[in-house]
C-alpha cells in the first residue's frame, strides 16, 4: 500500500512538473536525477516515468534515454483530429446523461475563468481552459473517454506553451466567449450546436499553433 502510494506521488509530482514547463520540449529526462529531485527512490520514479511514457508524455529513444516529447506538425495534427472526434462525443453524452445540477456546474465554472482574466492571471486562465473540457467529459460518465482526453489534454498543455505567450488576453478572451458559447449549447440540450461549437474551439487551437509554430526542417 505505501509502495502503491509512492508511485502515484512520484508520478503526480513529476507529470506535474512537465506540465508546469520545469522541462523543455525534446529535453532529456533523467531518472537519477528526478529521483534525487523530488526525493523519492528510483523504483517508483522509474514506474512513475513508464506510465508517463504510456501516457505519450515521454517517449524511449533507442541507445540515447528518455526524452520529452517535441511532437512534429503532423503528430499535432493527427492529435486535434482525434481531440475534435472524441470532444464531440464527450459533449453529446454529456447532454444526454447530465443532471440539470452538472449543466449548471459547467455554466457556472466559466465564472473562474473570467475572474482569472479580469486579474490577467493568464497561467490560471490556462489550467481552467483543460478543467472546462474536463468537466464536460467528466459529466459524459464515460470512464474510458475521460481518460483518452486527459492524455491528450496533457499533451496539448505541453505543445501550446508558446501559444498563449503572444497576446495573452486576447487569445483568453476568445476563449471564453468559446466556452460560453459551448456552454449555452449544453444548457439548451442542443447535441448539434454543442459540437459545432466544441469544433470551432479546438479549430482556433489549430490555428493559433499553425500560426506561431516554426516550420521543422
Not at 505505501?2 to 506540465?19: C, G, P, Q, T
Not at 460518465?141 to 475521460?146: A, E, Q
Amino acid at each position: 500500500m505505501v509502495f502503491k502510494s509512492l508511485n502515484e506521488a512520484a508520478y503526480s509530482i513529476i507529470r506535474d512538473k512537465i506540465l508546469h514547463g520545469d522541462f523543455e520540449l525534446g529535453s532529456r529526462i533523467r531518472e537519477d536525477a528526478l529521483a534525487e529531485e523530488i526525493s523519492i527512490s528510483r523504483t517508483p520514479v522509474r514506474e512513475a516515468i513508464n506510465r508517463l511514457v504510456a501516457d505519450g508524455i515521454i517517449i524511449k529513444k533507442a541507445q540515447r534515454g528518455l526524452y520529452l516529447i517535441d511532437p512534429d506538425p503532423e503528430q499535432i495534427k493527427d492529435n486535434i483530429d482525434i481531440r475534435i472526434s472524441l470532444e464531440k462525443l464527450a459533449v453529446e453524452k454529456c447532454i444526454e446523461r447530465s443532471t440539470d445540477d452538472d449543466i449548471e456546474e459547467i455554466s457556472n465554472s466559466l465564472k473562474s475563468f473570467k475572474n482569472a482574466l479580469t486579474r490577467k492571471d493568464y497561467d490560471a486562465c490556462n489550467e481552467l481552459d483543460s478543467d472546462f473540457h474536463a468537466l464536460i467529459a467528466q459529466t459524459s460518465r464515460n470512464v474510458r473517454l475521460m481518460t483518452l482526453l486527459n492524455d491528450l489534454s496533457a499533451f496539448f498543455k505541453l505543445v501550446r506553451k508558446e501559444e498563449k505567450k503572444q497576446n495573452p488576453g486576447i487569445k483568453n478572451e476568445s476563449t471564453l466567449k468559446e466556452h460560453r458559447c459551448i456552454a449555452k449549447a449544453i444548457k439548451k440540450r442542443d447535441i448539434p450546436a454543442a459540437k459545432e461549437a466544441v469544433e470551432v474551439n479546438i479549430q482556433t487551437m489549430r490555428s493559433n499553433l499553425f500560426n506561431q509554430r516554426i516550420p521543422r526542417g
